[in-house]
Each structure stands twice: as C-alpha cells, then as structure tokens.
C-alpha cells in the first residue's frame, strides 16, 4: 500500500470467529474456548509461574501448557478447560438465553 491509498475498516462482531467466516456452531465453540484459555493464561501469569511450575499444579506437561500460553485452541476441549479452571479454584458459570 502507498501513501495515496486509504485503508478501510470494518467493525467486527461478537465473536472474532463468526468473522473469520466459521460455521455459527463452530464459531461459538472456539470462542468459548479461547476465552476460558485466556481466563487460566492470566491465572498462571498472576502467579508469577514458570510454564514447569504451572504444569505440575495443573498435573499436564510443559508443552501441554507451552499450547495453551500460546493460544493452541485446537489441543483443548471445553471440558478439559473448564477442569483446569476449577483446579484453579475459579468460579465457572455458563449463561444460555
């Protein structure tokens, strides 16, 4: 792009992956995903926790945390989620309307 051209931007919706062009039923399942992901990458970064420290609390492997620091959402179910965050002691409430 040179100088001349003026970009254009579009607002994006809800869900990141709704935009990207996934399935509605796809699209909801990884953002679920990517937010309880976040949700335990803050946890083990407020604890100051090296990937090993985190690994042995969560009882997973380095590189299983190495996947999700980096937002490897593919190597995680909701259930397995959910059960990390629960050993973390977080609060986990579903909400359907």
């Known amino acids: ?3 001349n051209q003026v970009s254009e931007v579009i607002q994006g919706g809800a869900n990141v992956f709704e935009d990207l062009g ?3 039923e796809e699209a909801l399942n990884l953002k679920i995903r990517a937010d309880l992901m976040l949700n335990i990458k803050r946890f083990i970064q ?3 926790w090296t990937q090993k420290q985190a690994a042995l609390f969560f009882g997973e492997t380095q590189p299983r945390i190495s996947d999700l620091i980096n937002g490897d959402i593919e190597r995680f179910s909701i259930d397995k989620l959910v059960m990390m965050l629960v ?3 977080m609060d986990v409430r579903f909400e359907v309307s």
């Open 1 to 3: 792009m040179n100088q």
């Open 87 to 89: 050993r973390a002691d």
């Open 22 to 24: 996934f399935a509605p």
């Open 46 to 48: 407020s604890q100051g």
